[in-house]
């Protein structure tokens, strides 16, 4: 059974950073392509960034040159470094595998 398991939400300023992890049980994060995406209120959901099997990276033209998608094969978990945060940044971000697997999510706030 594979479960997904968001961290490292909360409240932030503008301008400041968080990261992201997301912990994963019966799947392999280096043998599956790994996402991040966000929901924000109102909003539909929305892919951020995603790092392949291989280690590519890709991510959507609102975050790139401020967020950083990893993960740590020994620790099994993906991680979303999130620097120079903005307001329309915050929402509830999901991890998934490929768009079939999720996890509940983790919110981010950011204050103007």
């Known amino acids: 059974q594979v479960h997904l398991v968001e961290s490292g939400g909360g409240l932030v300023q503008a301008g400041g950073s968080l990261r992201l992890s997301c912990a994963a049980s019966?799947?392999?994060?280096?043998?599956?392509?790994m996402d991040w995406y966000r929901q924000a209120p109102g909003k539909q959901r929305e892919l951020v960034a995603y790092i392949r099997s291989g280690g590519s990276t890709n991510y959507a033209d609102s975050v790139k040159g401020r967020f950083t998608i990893s993960r740590d094969n020994a620790k099994n978990t993906v991680y979303l470094q999130m620097n120079s945060l903005k307001p329309e940044d915050r929402g509830v971000y999901y991890c998934?595998?490929?768009?079939?697997?999720w996890g509940k999510g983790t919110l981010v706030t950011v204050s103007s």
């Open positions: 998934s595998r490929a768009g079939d697997y």
């Open positions: 019966g799947i392999i994060v280096s043998n599956n392509r």
